[in-house]
Structure formats: structure tokens, C-alpha cells
């Protein structure tokens, strides 16, 4: 399996909880973790979660990051309309000595 | 807080070159890894290039590998992307992003445009 794999869109209702997933190989994987970004219609990207899966300070605490096995995930809580976004993660693949983005999943609030 | 801001985007014909600029500023350039990533209009990001603090480490996508070189000076807290040999498939937006090892993409710039058309 090659790169990053992610949901290409997530629909959740107000309030609610959306978990989008990102899986990945043992290259990217194994060893270290992924980041999250987000990013809306017309910006540039901005940065939710480290390989650590710490948010950095001014990210809401409605944004957690976790990862189990070959599959990290991005949890957002209480959604709001300005979670409305796209979501990627990036890690870093030892065998291409390159970074990956995957697809990215975009997020609509209903 | 750091800033980062791109310039040197424009139209350019295919087969020709271009060289994008970084300007750093709120932090301490010479300690951050800079990296390069492009957004072709509508679709996802797609990393281009990385270099370490130092320079002495730089990486490549395979879809530039040989066309394009990343480069810094430090002592002007600027990042270059050179790019040669100019293909269609390279119009994008170019955001330069920091890179610490474990907050790589903590902080983007605004985008340059890149247009490569005839």
C-alpha cells in the first residue's frame, strides 16, 4: 500500500463527533506519527496536531489526535460550521526518503 | 509568532524557469528545516522539497527530482525553490511551511501562484 489513505468526505450533523482516518504503511507509520492539518476554501493550511499527536497551543480542545497500528486518526468533538474544511495528514516515508500527504477527507457540518 | 511569506509566482511558458522566494521573519530561521508543498488549483497538497536547517540535507519529490533545487540563506532568513524545465502539470499555488521534527508544517506562508502555460 502505497502513501497515506484518506476518506475522501465525512458528513456529520452540528455538534456531533467526526473521526476521519488516515492509513498508512509501515514506512510512514512504523516509527513515527503523522501530522493533521486543516485547511478552508481559499487559505493555506493550518497546522491541528504534531507526530506526537499534541495539539499546539491555540487549537481547540475539540481536535485530538490518536493512532493505532497503521491507521492514525483525527477526532473532532462538538462540531461547529467552521470545522468545515479539508483535513490532511503527512507523515514521512523512510523507504522514499520523502514526505506524503494523503488525499485529504473533506469535512461538511450538516 | 513566525511568518513566512512566498513570492516570485507569475505565468511562465513550458520548458522555461522560474525562482520562488521565501522570506522568514519572528523566529530563528537558521534553526528550522524549510519545506516546499503545491496545491494544484482544486486539488490536494503535495509536497515538493524539504531542506535542513543547516542546507546540507535536501529532499525531493520524484515528480521534481532533477528540474527543481531548493536552497536558504541564512543570513538573509530566505528559502529559493529554482525551477527548471517548467511543465504544465507544475501549476500551483507554492507555499514554503518550517519543518522541526516534530512539528513539521507548523507554519505556512500565504502562497505564491505558479502558472505554466503557453
Known amino acids: 500500500q502505497a502513501g497515506l489513505t484518506q476518506p475522501p468526505s465525512v458528513s456529520k450533523g452540528l455538534r456531533q463527533t467526526a473521526t476521519l482516518t488516515c492509513t498508512g504503511n509501515s514506512n510512514i507509520l512504523g516509527n513515527q506519527g503523522v501530522v493533521w492539518l486543516q485547511q478552508h476554501q481559499g487559505h493555506p493550511p493550518k497546522f491541528l496536531s504534531n507526530r506526537n499527536n499534541n495539539r499546539p497551543s491555540g487549537i481547540s480542545e475539540r481536535f485530538s489526535a490518536s493512532r493505532s497500528g497503521n491507521t492514525a486518526s483525527l477526532t473532532i468533538t462538538g462540531l461547529q460550521p467552521e470545522d468545515e474544511a479539508d483535513y490532511y495528514c503527512?507523515?514521512?516515508?523512510?523507504?522514499?526518503?520523502?514526505?506524503?500527504f494523503g488525499g485529504g477527507t473533506r469535512l461538511t457540518v450538516l | 509568532q513566525g511568518h513566512l511569506v512566498e513570492s516570485g509566482g507569475g505565468v511562465v511558458q513550458p520548458g522555461r524557469s522560474l525562482r520562488l522566494s521565501c522570506a522568514a521573519s519572528?523566529?530563528?530561521?537558521?534553526?528550522?528545516?524549510i519545506h516546499w508543498v503545491r496545491q494544484a488549483p482544486g486539488k490536494g497538497l503535495e509536497w515538493v522539497a524539504v531542506?535542513?536547517?543547516?542546507?546540507?540535507?535536501?529532499y525531493y519529490a520524484d515528480s521534481v527530482k532533477g528540474r527543481f533545487t531548493i536552497s536558504r540563506d541564512s543570513s538573509k532568513n530566505t528559502l529559493f525553490l529554482q525551477m527548471n524545465s517548467l511543465r504544465a502539470e507544475d501549476t500551483a499555488v507554492y507555499y514554503c511551511?518550517?519543518?522541526?521534527?516534530?512539528?513539521?508544517?507548523?507554519?505556512w506562508g500565504q502562497g505564491t501562484m505558479v502558472t505554466v502555460s503557453s
Open positions: 511551511a518550517t519543518h522541526l521534527n516534530d512539528a513539521p508544517f507548523e507554519i
Open positions: 503527512s507523515g514521512w516515508d523512510n523507504s522514499l526518503s520523502a514526505w506524503v
Open positions: 519572528g523566529f530563528t530561521f537558521s534553526t528550522y528545516g
Open positions: 531542506i535542513s536547517y543547516d542546507g546540507y540535507n535536501k
